[in-house]
């Protein structure tokens, strides 16, 4: 509520009294006041409490890189075994219709789940698909007692964010930065493809942002992406999900007055995402990369890319760098693909790519941050154990 000199003098002491009360008390209630915790947030600080040490492992694969904060995975635990499930009540619609990203963030789990099983002393043999007859169970994770060992890539656990903010124009990515990531992709059916040329630079802004424009476009993707936006402070914290405005990057003085604002409408944060990708995402960006595997279709690869995504975004923490996927190509291609329509993202992807044997499916920007990025709600323990 803005509120000038001649505002305040027609108002009076007790009007002037409720109306900034009011003001306040909407501030409060969209978290203005206690971004970051609650109990939505306490996963990232008591993620090592359990006295469990299969709970603890499980506790780090909450933590990991997930597509909308969706959160698609249910662990079940026995003596010394940890399986691991896809929860399609979770899926996000036709944001994901073929459940890529769905399986990609499980593979993120299992990669802080597998760092985090050596830090407590086992030794993790993962099965990927172990039960041909359901993909809903994605893996599981054999434990044999071995000496404990940690590694930076598992103290980066509670470290690692997406951040969503403008990147450091005036600083480059380093060679060695390029050369360290690349050593952290070991799967033979896994990837990873730079945008180094500016040609390509460019290419892959272009398609990111035509895709991005496309999709707002896309009714149906527009409101299955729209549900899963979460600026009520209650809403938030029952469901400890979902994309945040705290979680957005926002500076400072612009998120406290979007919190003063009503909820935005579906309208509203379409266009503000686009704006987003066009004038910040883009060409912020310090390097631009994109995930590929041989068969985009196979859950096995799909859960191997995630764990390399895991990986990587992991190092980069380690190294003060900042990382975001840019999936928006990638759900255009697949709503594509869903619809029967042509292909104009599919091919602009493979373009990109430029080798008809592997299929892009994880596109992402990185770089130097200007702010630090701020913690996602997560669900905890008691509600992702089957």
């Excluded at 915790?37 to 006295?51: K, L, P, S």
């Excluded at 960006?285 to 799909?302: C, E, M, S, Y």
Aim: aromatic fraction near 8%; hydrophobic fraction near 40%; charge should be negative.
């Amino acid at each position: 509520m803005k509120l000038t000199r001649r505002d305040i003098l027609k108002l009076g002491g007790v009007t002037l009294i409720a109306a900034v009360g009011g003001s306040i008390f909407r501030a409060t209630d969209q978290g203005m006041f206690s971004a970051g915790q609650g109990v939505a947030y306490e996963a990232w600080i008591n993620w090592r409490d359990a006295t469990n040490p299969l709970e603890r492992i499980v506790a780090a694969g909450i933590l990991a890189s997930n597509p909308h904060n969706s959160q698609p995975w249910i662990f079940r635990i026995s003596e010394s075994m940890i399986d691991l499930f896809a929860a399609p009540e979770r899926q996000i619609g036709v944001i994901d219709p073929f459940r890529r990203e769905m399986y990609i963030g499980l593979g993120c789990a299992l990669e802080n789940m597998r760092l985090a099983a050596e830090a407590e002393g086992f030794k993790a043999d993962i099965r990927l698909l172990p039960d041909p007859t359901t993909e809903l169970h994605a893996a599981s994770i054999s434990l044999t007692e071995s000496a404990p060992a940690t590694s930076p890539l598992f103290e980066a656990i509670p470290q690692r964010h997406t951040n969503r903010a403008a990147y450091d124009t005036t600083r480059s990515v380093d060679e060695s930065t390029f050369s360290g990531i690349n050593a952290l992709v070991t799967e033979s059916t896994v990837r990873l493809i730079w945008m180094r040329g500016s040609s390509s630079h460019k290419r892959f802004g272009e398609v990111a942002i035509a895709a991005a424009e496309a999709l707002v476009a896309d009714e149906q993707q527009s409101m299955d992406s729209h549900k899963w936006w979460r600026q009520d402070w209650d809403e938030l914290q029952e469901n400890a999900d979902g994309i945040t405005l705290d979680a957005q990057g926002i500076p400072p003085f612009i998120l406290g007055a979007a919190k003063f604002l009503p909820d935005m409408s579906r309208s509203s944060n379409d266009q503000s995402f686009v704006k987003n990708v066009r004038d910040i995402y883009i060409p912020s960006a310090g390097a631009f990369g994109i995930l590929a595997v041989n068969n985009g279709k196979d859950n096995t690869q799909r859960l191997q890319c995630g764990q390399v995504w895991q990986r990587i975004h992991l190092w980069a923490a380690t190294q003060g760098l900042a990382m975001q996927p840019l999936n928006q190509m990638t759900e255009r291609a697949d709503r594509e693909s869903q619809l029967g329509i042509e292909p104009e993202f599919g091919n602009a992807i493979a373009e990109l790519i430029g080798d008809k044997n592997w299929t892009g499916i994880m596109p992402f920007r990185m770089g130097h941050p200007t702010t630090a990025a701020s913690p996602s709600p997560r669900r905890g323990l008691d509600q992702v154990l089957g």
